[in-house]
DNA sequence: ACCTGAACACCGTTCAAGT
DNA sequence: ACCTGAACACCGTTCAAGT
């Protein structure tokens, strides 16, 4: 709220990742555009260029906000001390969480769009989320809760089945409340298996 | 290849579905303009507008075709007399297939654009793409080979697992080769645990 | 019924010039 | 270093008019 609008905004670039979060969760990515959020914030329209050097690099910097807050609510609802089940249980609750708080941002992060041979630290940031449920799988393998194996390929098991249920709640195909309030149903038989006993 | 050519087209709507599912695969999404494919077919910019009443109706009857081909290639993949094993097996084999085949197009299908209010044939198809997954665990249970239980709940854990390798396979965190190859491993665990018997 | 051509209101991106 | 204003080459969509 500053009198007359100075000549330099002061930090641009945040201004435009915040308003740019916020039409994404309002209005869509199809919605979005450089000189619609210059416009919002009371700047020229090619003041963005001088921030991001086109409009993919703010999708990819809005998107490894996402995979930031993402990381660090699944490091926060981490309970390594926990036997499996319960463990898995609240990183698919933080996930799920998150899925449905950010359901257009989660659509962003996923898309191909981003090259990874161009924006390495995205790359890292995605690497980083699964990390969590690697150290899940070694923890528990290490304490004989689960079945041996490469790691990565084991934790692919349940990485991919949060990483669907995540996405599949986001795009709507699931209900929210029905994903959460069967997610412990889901945990029980990632470790039983579909084999009756 | 008609000489001079006419002043209709003939099949406008099926040249314009076909040109945009070529340039969605080889220059992605966010490269398709409806004046581009207009200029390609040789037509006036305007025209594509007497079939498709904006370029979201484009996009939806991309996905609806992607939805009709995918779900052929699980009805032709499935095995309705193989046991649970193989049958998933199989089935996941095709959409993991159809997902590395279609990248883009598969991210069009997922993506949230779609407004199931208005595109009610979209989400019957779906809907339909669930459905190999619910037969396929419905039959299981009464042979006896998996647990009972709502059929729908227990699709989840199969359906949401196999979304997800299908997801992480087509934007690139996995490897289709790796995934592939590690299918009969992934069916195994599904169907055992992850708990050592 | 199907398509054209012009028109309208937008875009993203670039670049000399201003502060 | 950061931003502006004009310019360029695009868009999607609409609508009278043509065939």
Redesign the interface.
């Known amino acids: 709220m500053s009198q007359s609008r100075p000549y330099h905004h002061g930090d641009l670039r945040s201004a435009l990742l915040a308003s740019a979060e916020r039409t994404l969760r309002e209005k ?1 990515a ?1 919605a979005l555009s450089l000189r619609e959020l210059a416009r919002d914030i009371g700047v020229s329209h090619a003041a963005p260029g001088r921030h991001f050097k086109d409009k993919q690099a703010l999708l990819d910097a809005l998107a490894l906000g996402g995979y930031d807050r993402l990381n660090r609510a699944l490091t926060a609802a981490d309970l390594p001390d926990a036997t ?1 089940e319960p463990r898995i249980t609240s990183l698919a609750r933080a996930y799920i969480t998150f899925a449905v708080d950010n ?2 941002l989660l ?1 962003l992060m ?4 981003h090259d ?1 041979d161009i924006d390495s630290e995205l790359a890292d940031a ?1 690497e980083l989320s ?1 990390c969590s449920f690697v150290n899940l799988i070694a923890d ?1 393998q290490r304490r ?5 194996g490469d790691p990565e ?2 934790t ?10 995540a ?2 709640t ?5 209900q929210p409340d029905e994903t959460l309030a ?1 997610l412990d ?2 945990a029980h ?8 006993r």
């Open positions: 869509g199809a499996f359901a257009e659509e996923y898309s191909r769009k990874p995605v699964l528990a004989g809760e689960i079945v041996e390929r084991v692919l098991v349940a990485a991919a089945g949060i990483h669907g249920l996405a599949m986001s795009n709507g195909t699931l069967g149903h889901y038989l990632l470790l039983h298996g579909l084999k009756p």
